[in-house]
Nanobody, 123 residues
């Protein structure tokens, strides 16, 4: 079984910064993509940023230039550096990992999610 454990959320004033971390542990052969999603109250979960195993990144337009995603493959950890935070960034942030599992000559992929961490930006 695989677990994703997030940390780093909290309350910050507008213009401030936070850094989220997410560490994957358990029975892991390899990790393909990792990323961060968020869900604000009354809204659907949306992609914030994603990073491939090779380091290619993808960001939501709303966070480009303010957020930076990175990963440490040796530690199975993904980070999200959030700068210039705005009240509209307030949400529960979820870590995601696509884990690769070789079985019977094929490579299967499974999606795992963290428990979520609250980020609140006050105006």
């Amino acid at each position: 079984q695989v677990q994703l454990v997030e940390s780093g959320g909290g309350l910050v004033q507008a213009g401030g910064s936070l850094r989220l971390s997410c560490a994957a542990s358990g029975s892991i052969f390899s990790i393909n993509a990792m990323g961060w999603y968020r869900q604000a109250t009354g809204k659907q979960r949306e992609l914030v940023a994603a990073i491939s195993s090779g380091g290619s990144t993808n960001y939501a337009d709303s966070v480009k230039g303010r957020f930076t995603i990175s990963r440490d493959n040796a530690k199975n950890t993904v980070y999200l550096q959030m700068n210039s935070l705005k009240p509209e960034d307030t949400a529960v942030y979820y870590c995601h990992a696509r884990i690769e599992d070789p079985r019977f000559g094929r490579l299967y992929e499974y999606d795992y999610w963290g428990q979520g961490t609250q980020v609140t930006v006050s105006s």
